[in-house]
Nanobody
Framework: QVQLVESGGGLVQPGGSLRLSCAAS????????VAWYRQAPGKQRELVAR???????YYVDSVKGRFTISRDNAKNTVYLQMDSLKPDDTGVYYC??????????WGQGTQVTVSS
C-alpha cells in the first residue's frame, strides 16, 4: 500500500495562496486516483478535489476557480494550489488514494489557517 505524506500548510491572510504537497512513497502513485480532503473544526471531513491517473480532475463547487489539483509523476507528488483563500478554507487537509471513496489509510494531514 502506498503511503502519502501531506505538507505545505500554514497561516495565510484572506486572499492569499498556498500550495500543498502530497508525497507518495512509491512511483505506483502514478496509476492511482488521488484526492484532497479537508476537515474544518467541528465538521466532518469533506472532499475538496481529485485527480485521475489520466489527468482528469474534479472540484467541489466551493473551490472551483480558486484551487488547482495537479500531479508530477516524476516526483511521486500530487499538489493542491490554493488561491484566493477564504476563512472558510481553514482546516486540516489530507490526501488519499481513490476516486469515488478514499482507499488508503489517513495521514497526519497539514493545517491550513486563513485569518487576518
Amino acid at each position: 500500500q502506498v503511503q502519502l505524506v501531506e505538507s505545505g500548510g500554514g497561516l495565510v491572510q484572506p486572499g492569499g495562496s498556498l500550495r500543498l504537497s502530497c508525497a507518495a512513497s512509491s512511483s505506483i502513485i502514478s496509476i492511482y486516483a488521488v484526492a484532497w480532503y479537508r476537515q474544518a473544526p467541528g465538521k466532518q471531513r469533506e472532499l475538496v478535489a481529485r485527480t485521475r491517473s489520466d489527468g482528469g480532475t474534479y472540484y467541489v463547487d466551493s473551490v472551483k476557480g480558486r484551487f488547482t489539483i495537479s500531479r508530477d509523476n516524476a516526483k511521486n507528488t500530487v499538489y493542491l494550489q490554493m488561491d484566493s483563500l477564504k476563512p472558510d478554507d481553514t482546516g486540516v487537509y489530507y490526501c488519499n488514494t481513490g476516486w469515488a471513496v478514499p482507499s488508503g489509510s489517513w495521514g497526519q494531514g497539514t493545517q491550513v489557517t486563513v485569518s487576518s
